[in-house]
């Protein structure tokens, strides 16, 4: 359990679970507690400036106050070691009587020796002290206050144990014509009004910090979820192009390997096709001219002497198989030479086709013709015309002819062509090898990105083709 709670804390799967996680959630992780910290920061920072800043104009205004009511008692503390018996009688019945008696809780004054010239208690009266760094600072010609912040200094007992609140002041007396400080007051007033207001400054500006500080996070949190969320469609449109551009390259090397497959057929179904015509002047037209050039040596036209009805049968024989040899030679080439079929549409195309496969074989074929289909390629022109061609010429010779058809159809930019009869059939699994014709077609359609289909059976043989307008106007 150990083992498997160490390997889910690991470094590598936290940056992988941080990472897994999207820029919005982690902008308000991290933001919120950045925010935090910078808040808890700011905020005491500004609190303690307005604390310093309330203390120091209270304890101002007090300190004035009781130095315009004390410094008229006083004598020259410049040149006084200690306070004679009128003057503390007065101070006792000053500050222990009206506003002053009820707002301090105790008053002293200091001789820069750390003598204690007067106190509310009578026993630290003549005493000697050594000098705290407040009463140095107050020395120095700085008033110093502090709010609950009472030294331990002996002293400050009575004041530490009351649990009031106290505003603790230490306010240098100065000499009225040279500016001198002579003597330090330190008193401390009961502060519970100050302690009020105190709170509510700290509260408004703790409000004032956190209510910024939210604004300023729901603002940036606002425009980056707006960004985030324009980065998650972007990023998912980029996914789902990037999975097109795949199945496209994907696509593309399909079509490259069948391209490539196509190719190496093409190559070797062209020399069968050579040695196809090759036989076929072998066995057809040469033949008949080397049997036209056999009767050229016959007796009948060598001798003079031969009857001239002989001679007119072997020219006769000769000229039969001369005409024989070039029809067949004819036949041959018309199967070859391509009508002009660049200017021709679909429908012109087919019917060239039909008629020119009706007029070499009497045979009538019927067809069946859609709307009208976009425009073509030249190289898907010649592909559908041989289509036609070859599956006509097969079903004539396999299926001798019988009730040949042709059909056309569109299905958006889906075009198909359908070529059939009604012959004996044949199990299309045992096509010999030397059966180029169909094997010619197949390459010519997929050569093309299209569809080659045959189904044979008794009643009949269809071969079909399939071509994708849009595809063959880029071919």
């Known amino acids: 359990m150990l083992t498997k709670l160490k390997s889910m804390l690991s470094p590598v799967r936290l940056l992988a679970g941080w990472n897994s996680q999207s820029l919005a959630k982690q902008f308000l992780l991290i933001g ?9 920061l700011v905020g005491a ?3 303690s400036l307005i604390e310093d800043a309330v203390t120091r104009n209270s304890a101002a205004s007090t300190a004035l106050y009781v130095d315009s009511v004390i410094a008229p008692l006083l004598p020259d503390m410049q040149t006084t070691e200690l306070l004679d018996d009128t003057v503390t009688h007065a101070l006792d019945e000053t500050l222990g009587e009206g506003a002053l008696g009820s707002r301090l809780m105790s008053f002293r004054l200091w001789r820069s020796d750390g003598t204690i010239l007067y106190s509310n208690d009578k026993n630290l009266m003549g005493k000697q002290f050594p000098l705290s760094h407040d009463l140095k600072t107050a020395f120095a010609g700085t008033m110093v206050a502090q709010f609950n912040q009472l030294d331990d200094d002996v002293e400050s007992v009575a004041e530490r144990n009351s649990g009031k609140p106290l505003l603790e002041i230490y306010n240098p007396v100065l000499q009225p014509w040279s500016g001198k400080v002579v003597a330090v007051s330190e008193f401390y007033e009961v502060a519970y009004d100050f302690e009020r207001s105190l709170n509510q ?13 939210l604004t300023f996070f729901l603002v940036l949190s606002i425009i980056v979820l707006r960004g985030s969320r324009t980065i998650e469609s972007q990023r998912s449109a ?23 497959r196509a190719s190496q057929r093409a190559a070797a179904l062209n020399e069968s096709y050579l040695r196809r015509i090759g036989a076929d002047l072998h066995d057809g037209p040469a033949q008949l001219v080397a049997y036209a050039s056999l009767r050229l040596d016959s007796e009948a036209l060598v001798n003079p002497a031969a009857p001239a009805q002989n001679r007119e ?23 070859l030479v391509l009508p002009h079929i660049e200017s021709a549409n679909l429908t012109e195309l087919l019917q060239r086709a039909v008629r020119a496969h009706e007029q070499r074989t009497g045979v009538t074929v019927g067809l069946s013709l859609s709307d009208t289909a976009p425009e073509l390629s030249t190289s898907a022109k010649i592909c559908i015309y041989r289509f036609v061609q070859e599956a006509l010429n097969n079903g004539y010779r396999h299926g001798e002819g019988a009730a040949q058809q042709v059909r056309q159809a569109i299905d958006g930019g889906q075009i198909t062509i359908a070529v059939s009869d009604e012959g004996p059939g044949f199990d299309p699994a045992y096509i010999p090898p030397s059966s180029i014709g169909l094997a010619g077609l197949r390459e010519r359609v997929e050569s093309l990105g299209g569809i080659f289909e045959l189904k044979s059976s008794e009643s009949g043989t269809v071969v079909q083709m399939s071509l994708n307008a849009m595809e063959m106007e880029q071919i």
Not at 32 to 40: E, I, N, P, Q, R
Not at 324 to 331: K, L, Q, V, Y
């Open 45 to 47: 920072f500004v609190t």
């Open 313 to 335: 049968q072997s020219l006769a024989a000769i000229k039969s198989s001369l005409d024989d040899a070039m029809a067949d030679i004819r036949s041959i080439c018309s199967g």
């Open 201 to 213: 400054a700290r509260m408004r500006s703790w409000l004032a910090v956190a209510l910024f500080t």
């Open 238 to 260: 980029l996914k789902a192009r990037i999975g097109e551009l795949s199945s496209l390259l994907q696509q593309n090397e399909i079509l490259h390997a069948r391209v490539q």
């Open 32 to 40: 919120g507690f950045v925010s935090a910290c910078a808040m808890l």
